[in-house]
């Protein structure tokens, strides 16, 4: 069941705007994306849907920081890579890395792995 929901949020309140990636099912090649703010205490979505575009969603995403973030530092852009891992979802992270770097299933569950084990930045 979707469902609308509003809130207010100051400037102060958010701390990054990001691009949230899902894989499409029928092709986990083109990852699908929406944009989301983030409070520090938790993510707020913009759209309950998710489309096939990152790089449409990194300049949305570079808007809403240059509105925001006027008088602040801006955020560092998150790898959608590290994103994933830090989410859990291991399998998604795999296949990402696999279709961004063109590597083989061995070498980027390996490289996954080590963003698992790594100390968060």
Not at 10 to 22: K, L, M, S
Not at 26 to 32: I, K, L, Y
């Amino acid at each position: 069941m979707l469902r609308l929901t509003r809130m207010q949020l100051g400037f102060d309140d958010i701390i990054d705007a990001r691009v949230e990636t899902e894989p499409m099912p029928d092709d986990p090649a083109a990852p699908s994306c929406r944009l989301g703010l983030m409070t520090k205490s938790a993510a707020v979505p913009l759209t309950t849907g998710y489309e096939p575009s990152r790089e449409r969603y990194e300049a949305m995403r570079e808007a809403v920081l240059d509105a925001i973030f006027v008088d602040r530092r801006r955020p560092a852009a998150a790898d959608p890579i590290h994103m994933l891992v830090k989410e859990g979802r291991i399998i998604d992270a795999v296949s990402m890395l696999r279709v961004r770097e063109g590597i083989d299933l061995k070498t980027a569950r390996e490289r996954v792995k080590a963003l698992q084990n790594a100390p968060d930045p």
